[in-house]
């Protein structure tokens, strides 16, 4: 299974000057947040494979218009073809103007998704807006990574975190980090693809919601 994982920066690729052939075998599109609706319709549309979302900070007009053709897994857990997939979107709330938690809110969802994890047949592949915290985050307050997310990934043991967040152009940004517990972090900011083998994948079919937090 190849994954498309999106996040924060539009890619001219995808947008003014779609590229078939790069978008040839693409399974699954995976948006991290902080993209406009109409990039990701652009997207779901001219790919025609399923784009699932959570939303970024900056994604408030979500709450107006959802993109049309997608499918939102922030606060679920969703199946597909085998594949299990959590998101939770959102960053630290450092005003009330953005898509924000406060730890202590955060650490309620993640607790809540953690248990449904548990009761459900666990997770492949978490996709989150912001970092963990110490993998991938920065120390100023708006880029500060969640620790309850830390906490989540213990738990649960995904195989793949992809978040978005921290553009790579804020300074030395790691793309990839291993995290002990055996999960590997993945910074989805601008595009990056994913290969999973098939082989590695479980056995259910289609797309669908197992079940919401």
Known sequence: ????????????????RYDRERM???????SCGDLPATYLEHIVTLANVPLLYVQGNHDTAYDEHAPE?????DGQLRDFRGLRVMGLGGSIRYNDEVHGFTEAEMARRAARMALLASATGGVDLLVT?????GYGDLDDLPHRGFES???????VR???LLHGHVHMEYGRIERVLEHPCGTTVINACGSYVLD????????RHGIFRVAEA
């Not at 040839?24 to 995976?30: E, P």
């Open 1 to 16: 299974m190849r994954i498309l994982a999106i996040s924060d920066t539009p890619e001219g690729w995808l947008w003014e």
């Open 24 to 30: 040839a075998g693409v399974d699954l599109v995976v």
């Open 69 to 73: 053709g997608c499918v939102s897994i």
């Open 129 to 133: 807006h912001a970092p963990l915290r």
């Open 149 to 155: 997310l830390g906490r989540l990934v213990e738990r």
């Open 158 to 160: 995904p195989r793949y």
């Open 196 to 203: 999973l083998p098939d082989e590695t994948i479980g056995g």
